[in-house]
């Protein structure tokens, strides 16, 4: 058997859906240039097997865009054995609908093709984590999902703006790395990017909790506020996934 076979079954490993072809391939050959474990399979080679053991992240090779990328997703989204398994989306499609369609549908990143190895077992690597981090990972499953998404963070009181990234969120708050440190208490705006650059869309938060990361970084917990509260759980893709 090989590692890239369908019928691989085994936990804490990446599994790819897509097409036979180079751009599966290079998906596989970067994560195993990262050390991570990687299964490859068809959408209908997966679709045979209802009973597939959970991978802890699914990456969607997607080639022919459009109506064909939306409607993969749907499937993957309710294959029984994907449920909650965080999905990493690599398209050709670098537009905002597709991105923030992709996203409110319950994608956990989108990344826009061609795109380096780094970029793609960084994002891995961290979606695969949130699966794999006992049980602070199982609490954090029941409120929240992964996702991973450029933002800048304007910092009120100090008058400055910070670029970060958000890794996960729910219907009332997030969880956000940054370089600079943000203090309990501080209210910022969290302004979202698309697949290119900033959304402007803005959204009103208060720091709830910091600390460092094991990265040289910060992490910190948000919690959304005022009116924008409400439009979080959308943007987010909570209104349309039930996550919460």
Not at 9 to 25: C, N
Not at 43 to 66: N, T
Not at 92 to 111: C, N, P, Q, R, V
Not at 143 to 172: C, N, Y
């Amino acid at each position: 058997m090989t590692e890239d076979s369908p019928s691989l079954r085994r936990t804490g490993y990446t599994l790819v859906i897509g097409d036979d072809g180079e751009d599966r391939a290079w998906v596989m050959a970067a994560l195993r240039w990262a050390h991570m474990e990687a299964a490859a399979a068809t959408e209908a080679e997966l679709l045979q097997h209802p009973d597939w053991v959970p991978p802890w992240l699914v990456i969607l090779d997607d080639v022919a865009g459009g109506d064909a990328r939306r409607e993969a997703q749907a499937r993957i989204k309710v294959h029984p054995a994907l449920k909650g398994v965080p999905l990493l989306i690599l398209s050709f499609e670098a537009d905002i609908d597709s991105y923030s369609g992709a996203i409110t549908k319950g994608a956990a990143a989108y990344l826009v093709k061609p795109v380096g190895a780094e970029e793609l077992t960084t994002a891995a690597r961290k979606l695969s984590d949130w699966l794999g981090a006992g049980d602070e990972s199982e609490k954090r499953r029941r409120l929240r999902r992964p996702l991973l998404m450029k933002i800048d963070v304007d910092i009120r009181a100090r008058r400055m703006r910070i670029p970060g990234e958000l890794l996960d969120a729910s219907g009332t708050g997030c969880r956000i790395e940054v370089k600079e440190e943000l203090y309990p208490g501080e209210m910022v705006r969290v302004i979202l990017h698309g697949p290119d650059d900033s959304s402007h869309v803005a959204l009103g938060a208060e720091v709830r909790w910091h600390r460092a990361s094991p990265e040289g970084g910060h992490e910190a917990g948000l919690r959304f506020t005022g009116t924008t509260a409400l439009l979080a759980g959308k943007l987010l893709g909570f209104a349309s996934t039930g996550t919460t």
